[in-house]
């Protein structure tokens, strides 16, 4: 429906097709380019070269954000929340590197970086660059910041564990992380372990923090990007004010950034085409339809990384620790329907935590699942231990409606073979309270993954499998599946990473757990059009906020 990255929707322009050539590179604002337009009509072409003139930044204004939920604590090392990682990377904080619309690694606070053996890494990091309280920031803050999250036992300690020392460190909060040496004020050198080849892709969310300032973070946060914190005014908005002193000349061009908060997605969009908000970065497929027709408007259809999943707690539930009552959640899972009329056929159907973009997405592996049948449902639900059906909970978000619009669409199918489901449908607060306390059955979640295939196991099976910390909270006994992930994270030849990947991929879907995969998400963001720099916005939800301008 939707087949570019980007469109801005409109009427279809027939008889005439425009064939548009330009050169690759980067234009300057402010300048001219020439197009090259090839105009085809019956047995004619005519090529005409435009002049197209590139608008220079306009400076000022308010970019208005909405989010789905609010941030009640601004420590970075809290979450992996979307609406966080949004503020955190390209606003209020820099991050070593970050990825680009094309999901090409891009450099942000280091400069360059060098790969000096597999389990080695040297970052230079870029001079010039000031915390908003105006300090210089140097590789020292690097290491206190890795060091501060390994101690606290942040959500990023599981990225950072595998340097030399972390584990020591972890233990006796009073000992320095070994593995981390700061060479000179702008270079540091990492050491791992052991052979880690995913760990570089993996760091990427982790922000540079300011040491002076920690014991504030969670009220009054302070880091090095193009926008200073101001105000949070709870369960309405986050207010956030250009830095003069940012590192890129002449950046940011906002004044100010405001992330409104707006639980529910209509609402959302009638914020947003009443022009009380300039863009959402969370936009469900059904919902990009209404822009159709709509020229003030601009939406992103980037390529997906996102996942959709519903988690499963086995230790607290035992019907789900049977094989054969999973299968039959499996089964009765209409992939084909959910993908047409909730996600307007711009998903792909996926049985395996590695999305078909990644090089270790195995078809043939993920082909192997589990097509829609009530009949072979109803003969895994015979042979498991409650032949007769079951009673289930399936936690939706009230701020997703494709999360609900799932669970109707598996129900229709589990009333047919004796499986009642109760859809409890949450607010994003109360939903996160049962994410995180482990405090469900069936759970619906998303997430975008950085380009490697080890992350959509270390993100979400890690916690989850036998042999890791929190795998009592899950309790999913496999592990097998643990040492293959291990195997895979730590061995160079892709060949040879592609047999555990392939191993894994077999083992998630005969298993069907610890976590149910539906598809890909549809990753879609919508902005107004005289917001600029929106073409930033990538399958990470990531946007370049330094970028952005609006039409005054």
């Known amino acids: 429906m939707f087949p570019n990255k980007r469109f801005i929707v409109g009427g279809l322009f027939a008889l005439v097709i425009l064939a548009l050539t330009a050169c690759a590179t980067q234009v300057p604002s402010g300048t001219t380019q020439i197009v090259q337009q090839t105009v085809v009509v019956p047995q004619t072409a005519v090529v005409r070269e435009t002049v197209i003139a590139t608008p220079a930044p306009a400076a000022g204004g308010t970019f208005r954000l909405a989010i789905p939920s609010d941030i009640t604590d601004f420590d970075p090392g809290l979450t992996t929340l979307v609406e966080f990682q949004t503020m955190k990377m390209g606003g209020l904080w820099n991050t070593l590197y970050t990825w680009d619309e094309n999901l090409q690694m891009k450099p942000d606070l280091a400069e360059s970086w060098e790969v000096v053996d597999p389990q080695t890494v040297i970052f230079h990091i870029r001079p010039g660059v000031k915390f908003h309280t105006g300090r210089e920031l140097t590789a020292q803050d690097v290491k206190w910041t890795f060091e501060w999250m390994i101690k606290e036992g942040k959500v990023y300690a599981r990225e950072l564990g595998s340097i030399v020392g972390a584990a020591e460190a972890a233990k006796d909060k009073s000992l320095d992380v070994t593995g981390i040496e700061v060479l000179d004020d702008h270079t540091i050198q990492v050491k791992l372990t052991a052979p880690n080849v995913p760990w570089l892709s993996s760091i990427y969310p982790i922000p540079i923090l300011d040491k002076e300032t920690i014991a504030d973070i969670s009220t009054k946060p302070v880091g090095t990007g193009p926008f200073k ?7 309405d908005r986050v207010v956030l004010e250009r830095f003069d002193d940012y590192w890129e000349e002449g950046k940011p061009y906002l004044d100010r950034v405001e992330l409104r908060v707006i639980p529910n997605q209509a609402t959302a969009i009638a914020n947003l085409k009443a022009g009380e908000v300039d863009a959402m970065l969370i936009l469900d497929a059904s919902q990009a339809a209404t822009f159709t027709g709509n020229r003030d408007f601009q939406v992103e259809n980037v390529p997906s990384t996102d996942l959709i999943m519903v988690h499963t707690v086995i230790d ?157 909270k899950v309790g999913w006994k496999n592990p097998a599946m643990y040492e293959l992930m291990i195997k ?64 005054q």
């Not at 914190?229 to 369960?235: C, G, M, S, T």
Request: net charge negative; aromatic share 14%.
């Open 229 to 235: 914190f101001k105000e949070w005014i709870p369960n």
């Open 316 to 472: 607290s539930n035992p019907v789900l620790q049977d094989v054969h009552a999973r299968r039959a959640l499996a089964y009765c899972l209409d992939k084909d329907t959910i993908n047409r009329t909730v996600f307007f056929g711009l998903g792909q159907e996926q049985w395996s935590p590695i999305p078909s973009s990644f090089w270790a997405f195995n078809p043939e592996i993920d082909a192997q699942g589990y097509p829609f049948s009530v009949e072979k449902a109803k003969e895994e639900l015979a042979q498991s231990k409650t032949p007769d059906g079951f009673d289930i909970t399936y936690t939706a978000n009230a701020g997703i409606q494709a999360s609900q619009d799932v669970g109707a669409i598996w129900k229709s199918c589990l009333d047919q073979i004796g499986i009642n489901m109760n859809i409890e449908v949450l607010e994003s607060a109360a939903w996160l309270e049962k994410w995180f306390g482990y405090d469900y059955q069936l759970l619906y979640n998303s997430g975008p993954l950085p380009p490697d295939p080890q992350r959509g196991f270390t993100t979400f099976f890690t916690p989850q499998v036998e042999g890791t910390p929190r795998y009592a």
């Open 488 to 551: 895979a994270a730590t061995t160079v030849d892709q060949a040879e990473r592609q047999k555990y990947y392939d191993e894994l991929q077999k083992m998630t879907i005969e298993e069907v757990a610890p976590i149910i995969y539906i598809q890909q998400n549809p990753t879609l963001g919508v902005a107004s059009s005289k917001v600029h720099g929106f073409d930033s916005f990538n399958s990470l939800r990531l946007l370049d906020w330094s970028n952005l301008w609006l039409d």
